[in-house]
């Protein structure tokens, strides 16, 4: 499992390029749940020639409650809920049901940025009909009325 980070200016794609050339076929991230380092990095990897022939898919879920998102902060190495996603959750009359919002929405970004060949749906500690639920509400979007 791969962290993306916010890259360093020196920053080198080394430990993936060797897991690469060992074999890996995919790379699969932890939680992804902010865009905005996460493409930062895949542009770094893009530049180093990484994403030729190997498939990237990203972490995402969705997050119950802030409450749980401070415990992935506090509790899960490499995961970054930025402030703005638990104060959103945090302001929501239904917190699981913005959690989930907010897991779709990453969906969306995530499928248009270069170098992500998927997604990876991850639900710790909750039900696994919160998966499926994501998944529902991804196909009734992407489904014109």
């Given at each position: 499992?791969?962290?993306?980070?916010?890259?360093?200016?020196?920053?080198?794609?080394?430990?993936?390029?060797?897991?690469?050339?060992?074999?890996?076929?995919?790379?699969?991230?932890?939680?992804?749940?902010?865009?905005?380092?996460?493409?930062?990095?895949?542009?770094?990897?893009?530049?180093?020639?990484?994403?030729?022939?190997?498939?990237?898919?990203?972490?995402?879920?969705?997050?119950?409650?802030?409450?749980?998102?401070?415990?992935?902060?506090?509790?899960?190495?490499?995961v970054s809920v930025p402030d703005s996603v638990i104060?959103?959750?945090?302001?929501a009359d239904d917190q699981a049901e913005e959690g989930?919002?907010?897991?779709?929405?990453?969906?969306?970004?995530?499928?248009?940025?270069?170098?992500?060949?998927?997604?990876?749906?991850?639900?710790?500690?909750?039900?696994?009909?919160?998966?499926?639920?994501?998944?529902?509400?991804?196909?009734?979007?992407?489904?014109?009325?």
């Amino acid at each position: 499992m791969d962290l993306p980070t916010d890259p360093a200016p020196d920053w080198k794609p080394d430990r993936i390029a060797a897991k690469i050339k060992a074999g890996a076929q995919f790379v699969q991230t932890q939680f992804c749940f902010d865009p905005s380092p996460t493409e930062r990095y895949f542009q770094r990897l893009s530049d180093a020639g990484i994403l030729d022939g190997t498939a990237f898919i990203v972490g995402v879920g969705p997050i119950a409650s802030a409450r749980s998102a401070r415990w992935m902060n506090d509790n899960l190495f490499g995961v970054s809920v930025p402030d703005s996603v638990i104060q959103r959750i945090e302001g929501a009359d239904d917190q699981a049901e913005e959690g989930l919002r907010i897991c779709i929405e990453l969906i969306e970004i995530y499928k248009e940025m270069p170098g992500v060949s998927g997604v990876h749906i991850m639900a710790p500690a909750q039900s696994p009909q919160r998966i499926a639920d994501v998944i529902d509400d991804v196909i009734d979007a992407a489904i014109p009325t």
